[in-house]
């Protein structure tokens, strides 16, 4: 099992940057696929990013295409998403999940994952 826990949410002005960070303890990550979701206020959970166990591959929402990047790093046990001119609608509570596996599959949806992290928020003022 892996625990997953995020950081580097805030307030920020529109235009500027973040780079969030999902650290695991427990187990190797080498073995799970990690992706990023976000919650806006009132709204749903939605899918943002994906990236696979070697971090060789990643997919993105069309919403995320452009302005955000997600890398990971497995010797830190860390997968982090870079943020860049960020909008007032990016705000939302950011999360990361885990999903075990034994060849890369891309997940988009909440339910596909094993773990899930507690969220950072994240708020752009206009």
């Known amino acids: 099992q892996v625990q997953l826990v995020e950081s580097g949410g805030g307030l920020v002005q529109s235009g500027g940057s973040l780079r969030l960070s999902c650290a695991a303890s427990g187990e190797t990550l080498d073995y799970y696929a990690i992706g990023w979701f976000r919650q806006p206020p009132g709204k749903e959970r939605e899918f943002v990013a994906h990236?696979?166990?070697?971090?060789?591959?990643?997919r993105y929402a069309e919403s995320a295409k452009g302005r955000f990047t997600i890398s990971r790093d497995n010797a830190k046990k860390t997968v982090y998403l870079e943020i860049h001119n960020l909008r007032p609608e990016d705000t939302a509570v950011y999360y990361c999940?885990?999903?075990?596996?034994?060849?890369?599959?891309?997940?988009?949806?909440?339910?596909?994952?094993?773990?899930w992290g507690q969220g950072t928020q994240v708020t752009v003022s206009s």
């Open positions: 999940a885990a999903d075990y596996q034994y060849v890369d599959q891309v997940r988009t949806t909440w339910g596909e994952y094993d773990f």
């Open positions: 990236i696979t166990r070697s971090g060789g591959s990643s």
